[in-house]
């Protein structure tokens, strides 16, 4: 490390004002501050700094993301294999699902990145952090099939239209990750959504080859409960790509067709430990989510009228990309509220939204982008009643005391 301190240091002039290249000062300075915490201080006033500054809570959260995309790369894999019927061993499946997945992981931050490089050398500004966590995310909440030409048109949007039009990092109203998923759902109906689109069945650089067996499904266990016609939930089964019973270990690990890293809960709560131990991810968020997806699905079984009104909590909590939504998109710093209390406001109703979407909307199933997203534009004014009420209180505390 203290030579590669060294070596910066040294070609650091290069990039300064006067140097060959200072016109790429803005791209030396941000792989500098990736790499090492910055030594500069405050010029004015009185403030704190420690280690962990914007840079390192963004690898804490990619790190936090890590379980869920290993089991989404291995859970490729297995469900491409039982498609095609062939029996191979685990680090194959791993390594079919790690092809598959790059590709989408590479257009992603080559893309977004890309454009974040550009505008911070053409405003002169030092390059945001942000999009170290929205290019790890994007390839894990699209489907696995997506063109990778409409995942980078779809990053391209969301970087420009939904952040920089707005100042950048810190200034985008809507989560950027999510805005690409909404783009290419309402662009591009027929690639997120169906039965077609959730297992990758075609060879991956040539790994893979098969033909698909009798009776393959890929239909989502909540697309099929949004189309089953039988009575009651009682009467319905879950069912694997190929017919078979779907258990609750395998909702819970993530042994089922979805997004890339939204179907494993389990590696979404390791996740979630981590944002939670190190302080980076709000646990009042993230169970105030949860909290009111229970107030709800409690409210709609009490008036259930189909099996998808009457499907116990759990199964929404294991199924679709609650969790994921609840631990990684909910707890966004920027664009989620920031009052302690406006945090439980803000989650309870974005669980609240994501039920009442999933149960009364057939046809879409999830819920929980729109209802994040939705939050989003409201998270401000939850905020802003929150401090009002808190002054209202203050002043009328001050009142009583005067007297």
Do not use: C
């Not at 690990?253 to 890339?260: D, E, H, K, R, V």
């Amino acid at each position: 490390m203290k030579a590669l301190r060294k070596y910066l240091d040294k070609i650091k002039p290069n990039f300064e004002e006067g140097g060959k290249l200072h016109w790429l000062y803005s791209t030396y300075d941000a792989f500098e501050t990736f790499l090492f915490v910055p030594n500069t201080t405050s010029k004015s006033g009185v403030h704190i700094h420690d280690a962990r500054d914007s840079k390192r809570t963004m690898i804490i959260v990619i790190l936090a993301l890590v379980p869920a995309l290993l089991v989404g790369m291995y859970n490729v894999g297995l469900q491409h294999y039982l498609a095609v019927g062939q029996e191979v061993t685990f680090l194959t499946k791993f390594f079919y699902g790690l092809l598959a997945m790059l590709p989408h992981i590479v257009v992603s931050y080559v893309v977004g990145l890309g454009i974040e490089f550009a505008m911070a050398q053409i405003k002169k500004e030092e390059v945001a952090e942000g999009f170290l966590v929205s290019g790890m995310l994007i390839p894990m909440i699209v489907p696995v099939d997506t063109p990778l030409w409409m995942v980078a048109v779809a990053t391209a949007f969301a970087v420009i239209f939904a952040k920089e039009v707005f100042g950048g990092t810190g200034y985008n109203i809507f989560n950027v990750a999510l805005i690409t998923r909404a783009f290419l759902f309402f662009s591009y109906p027929s690639k997120m959504s169906g039965d077609q689109v959730w297992v990758r069945t075609a060879d991956t650089f040539g790994m893979g080859k098969g033909t698909v067996i009798d009776g393959y499904s890929g239909a989502t266990p909540l697309g099929q409960i949004a189309t089953t016609e039988v009575g009651g939930f009682s009467e319905f089964t879950f069912h694997g790509i190929t017919g078979q019973p779907l258990s609750i270990s395998d909702m819970f690990l993530g042994f089922i067709p979805g997004s890339m890293g939204e179907v494993s809960t389990f590696a979404i709560l390791l996740g979630a430990v981590i944002l939670i131990a190190t302080g980076v991810g709000s646990w009042k968020t993230m169970l105030s989510v949860f909290i009111g997806g229970l107030v709800a699905v409690l409210l709609v079984n009490a008036f259930a009228q189909n099996p998808i009104m009457e499907m116990p909590v759990h199964y929404h909590f294991l199924l679709g990309g609650f969790a994921f939504g609840a631990v990684f998109m909910a707890t966004d710093p920027v664009t989620s509220a920031r009052t302690e209390k406006g945090k439980w406001i803000y989650g309870f109703l974005i669980g609240l939204i994501a039920v009442a979407i999933r149960v009364f909307n057939p046809g879409y199933p999830e819920g929980m982008m729109l209802a994040i997203l939705f939050m989003n534009a409201f998270a401000p004014l939850i905020d802003f009643y929150v401090v009002d009420a808190n002054i209202k209180r203050r002043i009328k505390r001050a009142a009583i005391a005067n007297k």
